[in-house]
């Protein structure tokens, strides 16, 4: 009994189809296999290696003790003016018998530094007080006595009739009385021996006063 191509190659080609199916799934299951071994064997990638900024531990904060200074600062300067609570303004005047003076000087000493001038009448009045007073002090207080803006003849005419014990000094153009802002006369302060002032008084002060002043 005879087939007919048709029928006899039917067959033939399902098989054939079959095995080109399982040649190919089996090419794809190698291929999976080959790429899982091919990563199996990759080297493992190290972690980055860590920076200086990112291996060095967070900065803490400071305690308060160790925001304290180290040493102690030095005190600033003391400021320099007529005012009470104050360093006296340094100066230098000639006397009446041409010696020049400083307010350096009488340092460590109580200093009555009076400003006055003999036209002015309060300054006149008072002026028997000064000299009767610069007797009696002793050797840790000084008197100046700053006349202001007169000649020397003039004061000398002046002082001819009360001699003082203690130095006259000459402020001719006013800078001294400038620099220790005086507005009225006779004025007078009174500085500590380390150089403070330590009292301002307008006016005149009288005897008793002036011992107040000084028994500070």
Same mark, same amino acid.
């Given at each position: 009994?005879?087939?007919?191509?048709?029928?006899?190659?039917?067959?033939?080609?399902?098989?054939?189809?079959?095995?080109?199916?399982?040649?190919?799934?089996?090419?794809?299951?190698?291929?999976?296999?080959?790429?899982?071994?091919?990563?199996?064997?990759?080297?493992?990638?190290?972690?980055?290696?860590?920076?200086?900024?990112?291996?060095?531990?967070?900065?803490?904060?400071?305690?308060?003790?160790?925001?304290?200074?180290?040493?102690? =600062?030095? @005190?600033?300067? %003391?400021?320099?003016?007529? +005012? *009470?609570?104050?360093?006296?303004?340094?100066? #230098? $005047? /000639?006397?009446?018998?041409?010696?020049?003076?400083?307010?350096?000087?009488?340092?460590?000493?109580?200093?009555?530094?009076?400003?006055?001038?003999?036209?002015?009448?309060?300054?006149?009045?008072?002026?028997?007080?000064?000299?009767?007073?610069?007797?009696?002090?002793?050797?840790?207080?000084?008197?100046?006595?700053?006349?202001?803006?007169?000649?020397?003849?003039?004061?000398?005419?002046?002082?001819?009739?009360?001699?003082? =014990?203690? @130095?006259?000094? %000459?402020?001719?153009?006013? +800078? *001294?009385?400038?620099?220790?802002?005086?507005? #009225? $006369? /006779?004025?007078?302060?009174?500085?500590?021996?380390?150089?403070?002032?330590?009292?301002?008084?307008?006016?005149?002060?009288?005897?008793?006063?002036?011992?107040?002043?000084?028994?500070?």
């Amino acid at each position: 009994m005879s087939h007919s191509p048709d029928a006899a190659g039917h067959p033939r080609w399902r098989w054939l189809l079959a095995g080109a199916g399982l040649f190919a799934a089996g090419g794809v299951i190698g291929a999976l296999l080959m790429l899982s071994l091919f990563l199996y064997r990759l080297p493992a990638v190290a972690p980055a290696a860590p920076t200086a900024s990112s291996s060095r531990a967070p900065a803490s904060p400071r305690s308060p003790s160790s925001a304290l200074p180290t040493s102690v =600062p030095t @005190p600033t300067a %003391l400021p320099v003016g007529p +005012a *009470v609570g104050q360093q006296a303004p340094s100066f #230098a $005047l /000639p006397a009446l018998d041409g010696t020049v003076l400083t307010l350096e000087a009488f340092r460590g000493r109580t200093v009555l530094l009076h400003f006055w001038a003999s036209w002015c009448r309060p300054c006149r009045e008072e002026w028997p007080e000064w000299v009767a007073f610069g007797t009696t002090i002793s050797d840790t207080v000084a008197i100046l006595a700053v006349n202001v803006e007169e000649t020397p003849e003039a004061v000398r005419a002046f002082l001819d009739e009360q001699p003082p =014990p203690f @130095p006259v000094l %000459l402020d001719a153009d006013g +800078a *001294v009385s400038d620099l220790y802002r005086v507005t #009225a $006369l /006779p004025t007078t302060f009174l500085i500590d021996p380390q150089g403070m002032v330590q009292e301002v008084v307008p006016g005149n002060l009288g005897r008793d006063r002036l011992e107040q002043l000084i028994a500070r």
